[in-house]
T-cell receptor, first 114, second 112 residues
Framework: DVKVTQSSRYLVKRTGEKVFLECVQDMDHENMFWYRQDPGLGLRLIYFSYDVKMKEKGDIPEGYSVSREKKERFSLILESASTNQTSMYLC?????????????FGPGTRLTVT | GESVGLHLPTLSVQEGDNSIINCAYSNSASDYFIWYKQESGKGPQFIIDIRSNMDKRQGQRVTVLLNKTVKHLSLQIAATQPGDSAVYFCAENEGSWGKFQFGAGTQVVVTP
């Protein structure tokens, strides 16, 4: 069974802290994504990666960075957390060779920055 | 201060009735569409997809209709059940594994 896991379900951090969100997929997918989800706004793409050590900016990359050192792991980094980064963060992966472009999502990390 | 998000549109459906959830998309070049279901506390889950060379596609209890002329997508759920209570949203892209644009979603509430 396909699985995407995220390191924490809930996280509370203080303004200015450096925050790491980890995502691991066990499907050998090439492509991984980080989104944030806010009420009424839908999912917005922060960054994505199509290969190890490769990354592309999404629609809202400001204030975030990413790291992909291994194929199965994609990390989202908040260099200096701010209150407007309080959100639900979702990781997803997809297989380049699949006939379907379905993205498999993790359960999400609800981050609160105080 | 605290930001106030937009409220999701809500569709209230009686158990056993059919549900129709609508989605308008904006990109004329969009070639591929997915419907996702997101239950409370969980990540989105794939329901069904459709490519732009089709008008209709059926799955188990679900049908997706695509009207490219007016850039409209709908998801029909037959005989709605309590387990169908969730947020449903559509996603569109230009036919590749890459970037999708996601709709804000519709909250479906199934009443007994």
């Amino acid at each position: 069974d396909v699985k995407v896991t995220q390191s924490s379900r809930y996280l509370v951090k203080r303004t200015g802290e450096k925050v790491f969100l980890e995502c691991v997929q066990d499907m050998d997918h090439e492509n991984m994504f980080w989104y944030r989800q806010d009420p009424g706004l839908g999912l917005r793409l922060i960054y994505f990666s199509y290969d190890v050590k490769m990354k592309e900016k999404g629609d809202i990359p400001e204030g975030y960075s990413v790291s992909r050192e291994k194929k199965e792991r994609f990390s989202l980094i908040l260099e200096s957390a701010s209150t407007n980064q309080t959100s639900m963060y979702l990781c997803a992966s997809t297989d380049t060779d699949s006939l379907s472009y379905e993205q498999y999502f993790g359960p999400g990390t609800r981050l609160t920055v105080t | 201060g605290e930001s106030v998000g937009l409220h999701l549109p809500t569709l209230s459906v009686q158990e056993g009735d059919n549900s129709i959830i609508n989605c308008a998309y904006s990109n004329s070049a969009s070639d591929y569409f997915i419907w996702y279901k997101q239950e409370s506390g969980k990540g989105p889950q794939f329901i069904i997809d459709i490519r732009s060379n089709m008008d209709k596609r059926q799955g188990q209890r679900v049908t997706v209709l695509l009207n490219k002329t007016v850039k409209h997508l709908s998801l029909q759920i037959a005989a709605t059940q309590p387990g169908d209570s969730a947020v449903y949203f559509c996603a569109e892209n230009e036919g590749s594994w890459g970037k999708f644009q996601f709709g804000a979603g519709t909250q479906v509430v199934v009443t007994p």
